[in-house]
């Protein structure tokens, strides 16, 4: 995905020599430290990226086979905790095909979800809300906020009712916007490799009056297989591009993300 970030760190000594330290990560420039920056040791400036933490009993949807509450609070309960589980993983993947941060940047933003108010507590829309806020707040990578206007489709979705068709409706503009704003299209060995037959599964479900859990089982299948056939790929976008061959044989971890979310949708059941 093409972007652009910029990194303050408050170094020491020991902070300076561990930066300038050896690494296998192909992506990582390892270029000697030069001249730095002194700042204070410490400075009343604190950052924290607002979470929504709405609670309270959800309006039921008048829509006919929709996910309900506790479908949804298990479905991303259980996504947010495989991806957290998974850091060590997902880590070492990009560190084979990029700069090694990605794994770190999912737990950056993970860490700050309520799982239990996800789970038990928070609002329908505010569970999708939530995981949002805290990839735009606290990832700290363009794919952190690439999935963090992910989840603020369907959480603009969850308002509406989580039926097959607003769910296709949120992954399409989901992976519009993502397109858009990345650059890229299926065969960049990027997320998009996942999300976008998953999009094409959730419409031919919708085009053929599929019900809710055959429509997400589809999508589910159709994610995994995008997931595993960046395997062969050589990046064109993202940190993984700029290492040619070297990201072939591995999978992307963008993509892999995705098609967990996918499949920690297909055991919730609808209402």
């Known amino acids: 995905m093409e972007g652009a970030s910029i990194t303050l760190v408050r170094c020491d000594e020991e902070i300076v020599q561990l930066w300038d330290a050896p690494t296998a990560a192909p992506g990582w420039p390892n270029a000697p430290s030069t001249d730095s920056v002194q700042v204070p040791a410490s400075s009343d400036v604190v950052f924290r990226a607002p979470i929504a933490a709405d609670r309270g009993e959800s309006e039921a949807s008048t ?11 298990s479905w991303l309960g259980n996504f947010v905790e495989k991806v957290v589980a998974a850091e060590p993983e997902l880590t070492e993947l990009d560190r084979q095909a990029g700069d090694g941060d990605f794994g770190t940047n999912m737990l950056a933003a993970l860490d700050h979800v309520d799982i239990t108010g996800v789970r038990d507590t928070f609002t329908l829309p505010t569970a999708f809300r939530t995981i949002s806020d805290a990839y735009l707040g606290h990832a700290g990578s363009t794919s952190g906020a690439l999935l963090g206007i992910w989840f603020r489709e369907f959480y603009r979705a969850a308002e509406k009712g989580l039926t097959v068709a607003n769910l296709a409706a949120a992954a399409r503009q989901g992976l519009d916007t993502i397109a858009e704003l ?47 056939s960046t395997t062969d790929l050589v990046a064109k976008r993202g940190r993984a591009s700029y290492v040619g061959d070297a990201a072939r044989g591995v999978i992307d971890p963008g993509a892999l993300v995705i098609s967990w979310f996918f499949a920690e949708a297909t055991g919730p059941t609808a209402s």
Do not use: F
């Open 182 to 228: 990345g650059n890229a299209r299926t065969g960049d060995k990027t997320m998009i490799d996942a999300i976008a037959p998953a999009v094409e599964a959730l419409e031919r479900a919708v085009a053929d009056g599929s019900d809710l859990a055959a429509g997400l089982s589809a999508a589910a299948d159709a994610a995994g297989r995008g997931a595993e």
């Open 63 to 73: 829509e006919p086979d929709c996910l309900d509450r506790a479908a949804v609070g």
